[in-house]
């Protein structure tokens, strides 16, 4: 006897939770054969505000972390994602219309390039920092620290791997992240969400809003309490007026990309910021 199926209702991630839209949107979600998977909240603006006060609130405790347990936290998230290879394998199966191989070949990705970060979060201040010579008895020393909340469009047509690609590098120099997702396949976003909420990802660090980018996006650029924003994935928007409306708070923004951002030590240090320190050194 055949029985009756239950749709999910994916919900948002916000501050370590997973709350409903405070609207009570949500918008249906089709396997690429327009075939219907599930539903997902559409995040609203003040969606977006709480979204921004979690990774406020949650920014001092993870930039405060040591570089060592950052790491560990990032390595573990590859782990898990790991543990739920095949969940993710069939998810983008679904939504994206992929092979067996070619979304077994983006979990994978994914889950390395979680690696190769992770492998970076103890290192990349010996590269991008530096003691600079100066005329008198003094050291110099430039060191990078985190710019703060960082506020991302992911890539809208990679549901897994153009998200880890973009939230990965802004958490290891020790940024919290307010991202959106694909709009049309947000399901491994979710999911991933479920990973950071088992793993050792502190609650407000990652948060993840489902919905329409064209609508959220504005609200985050315009937010004072976000200090950058990264357009990766907002090729098809009006991201010019974007990229003005942050620069009006004095927003780094990273402007869009075609397909999935490589791994680099570049992206690493987009949101950072520099700190120099003047230490006297001998007599005076």
């Given at each position: ?84 290879r095949a969940q993710f394998v069939e998810e ?19 889950i390395d390039v979680w690696v190769w970060y ?35 469009v992911a890539p809208q047509e990679s549901s ?125």
């Open positions: 006897m055949s029985r009756l199926a239950i749709p999910k209702t994916y919900k948002l991630y916000v501050g370590g939770k997973f709350p409903r839209s405070e609207s009570g949107r949500s918008y249906e979600v089709a396997a690429k054969d327009g075939a219907f998977l599930a539903n997902a909240a559409k995040a609203s603006r003040k969606d977006a505000r709480d979204a921004v006060r979690a990774a406020r609130t949650a920014l001092s405790g993870w930039a405060g972390a040591t570089a060592y347990n950052r790491g560990q936290v990032l390595y573990r998230i590859a782990e898990l994602l790991e543990g739920r983008i199966q679904q939504v994206e219309g992929a092979t067996a191989a070619a979304a077994g070949a983006q979990v994978d990705a994914a992770a492998g970076w979060v103890d290192k990349y201040v010996q590269v991008a920092g530096n003691g600079n010579p100066v005329a008198g008895p003094y050291f110099n020393i430039s060191t990078p620290e985190p710019t703060g909340v960082v506020a991302i897994l791997l153009g998200l880890v690609s973009v939230v990965a590098p802004a958490l290891v120099p020790g940024n919290t992240v307010v991202v959106v997702a694909s709009e049309s396949a947000p399901l491994s976003a979710i999911s991933l969400s479920e990973v950071l909420a088992t793993s050792d990802v502190p609650g407000g660090v990652v948060n993840v809003l489902t919905g329409s980018p064209a609508e959220i996006a504005p609200w985050l650029a315009a937010h004072a309490d976000v200090n950058a924003v990264d357009l990766a994935g907002a090729g098809a928007l009006d991201w010019v007026d974007l990229q003005v409306t942050a620069a009006e708070t004095l927003k780094r923004v990273l402007q869009p990309e075609t397909g999935v951002p490589a791994p680099s030590l570049e992206r690493i240090t987009a949101f950072t910021e520099t700190k120099t320190v003047w230490h006297p050194k001998g007599m005076i």
